[in-house]
């Protein structure tokens, strides 16, 4: 009897729509009794596997824990989990979708900061002269913070954003943010403009594999079909 082999699919939005147009382009007839608001899924011409429909954070987890064996998911989601987890993953291909770019943005009216040196002296600044640290709004906690301790940036306090990060300096909630964006347009539309050398990391779409179960023949058969296009 074949292992059940199980994939993580993101379970919403256009990364969702792209990683099943990969099961199509590969003849790979995806099987959803619900349709779009199944969580649980199957492949026509394979019995032993299991199509999981999770939050992309969520795919990134269960492939560092194993119990998915293969899952589509973002870059930055990926770098921005623990380093166990990352050591847990492979990558094993990159796409030329679900393309962003995590970036450090502030507020436009701030002519007098264009880069993250400029932030630096703004950090202590509001450290001296307000008494409070710098408040950065953010859904990427590891990757900011290792961002800005690398530039040289230690003065400032981490927000967790649970919705519309760009609205956060406008509801008195941080003063800047980071935020993943592919045009730059929400930002603009919300009056943040973006450091000259605030870019993070680049991201796109992944497909990933448990490193515990990327030597399995049915893992490594499946990797190959899927890879095709």
Same mark, same amino acid.
């Given at each position: 009897? &074949?292992?059940?082999?199980?994939?993580?699919?993101?379970?919403?939005?256009?990364?969702?729509?792209?990683?099943?147009?990969?099961?199509?382009?590969?003849?790979?007839?995806?099987? %959803?009794?619900?349709?779009?608001?199944?969580?649980?899924?199957?492949? #026509?011409? *394979?019995?032993?596997?299991?199509?999981? *429909?999770?939050?992309?954070?969520?795919?990134?987890?269960?492939?560092?824990?194993? %119990?998915?064996?293969?899952?589509?998911?973002?870059?930055? =989601?990926?770098?921005?989990?623990? !380093?166990? /987890?990352?050591?847990?993953?492979?990558?094993?291909?990159? *796409?030329?979708?679900? #393309?962003? /770019?995590?970036?450090?943005?502030?507020?436009?009216?701030?002519?007098?900061?264009? /880069?993250?040196?400029?932030?630096?002296? !703004?950090?202590?600044?509001?450290?001296?002269?307000?008494?409070?640290?710098?408040?950065?709004?953010?859904?990427?906690?590891?990757?900011?913070?290792?961002? =800005?301790?690398?530039?040289?940036?230690?003065?400032? #306090?981490?927000?967790?954003?649970?919705?519309?990060?760009?609205? *956060?300096?406008?509801?008195? %909630?941080?003063?800047?943010?980071?935020?993943?964006?592919?045009?730059?347009?929400?930002?603009?539309?919300?009056?943040?403009?973006?450091?000259?050398?605030?870019? !993070?990391?680049?991201?796109?779409?992944?497909?990933?594999? %448990? &490193?515990?179960?990327?030597? #399995?023949?049915?893992?490594?058969?499946?990797?190959?079909?899927?890879?095709?296009?």
């Amino acid at each position: 009897m &074949k292992k059940e082999i199980k994939i993580g699919i993101p379970s919403k939005g256009r990364l969702r729509k792209d990683v099943l147009n990969i099961f199509k382009k590969n003849k790979l007839n995806l099987i %959803s009794e619900r349709g779009e608001r199944d969580l649980l899924g199957s492949i #026509k011409q *394979y019995k032993n596997i299991k199509i999981l *429909y999770l939050h992309a954070r969520e795919i990134i987890e269960r492939l560092g824990d194993g %119990s998915l064996d293969i899952g589509f998911s973002g870059f930055d =989601l990926l770098k921005e989990s623990e !380093i166990n /987890t990352q050591k847990k993953i492979n990558v094993l291909k990159r *796409y030329d979708f679900g #393309k962003a /770019t995590l970036v450090v943005a502030i507020p436009d009216p701030w002519i007098d900061v264009q /880069t993250v040196a400029d932030l630096e002296e !703004i950090a202590f600044e509001f450290k001296d002269k307000k008494k409070k640290r710098l408040r950065v709004a953010t859904k990427y906690p590891n990757l900011t913070r290792e961002f =800005l301790f690398s530039k040289g940036v230690t003065q400032f #306090k981490l927000v967790g954003s649970l919705g519309a990060t760009e609205a *956060y300096p406008f509801t008195g %909630s941080s003063e800047i943010i980071t935020d993943i964006t592919s045009t730059g347009e929400t930002l603009k539309a919300n009056n943040l403009r973006i450091l000259k050398d605030g870019e !993070i990391l680049k991201s796109e779409a992944c497909m990933m594999t %448990s &490193k515990s179960s990327v030597k #399995k023949p049915e893992v490594k058969k499946l990797v190959k079909l899927l890879s095709k296009n």
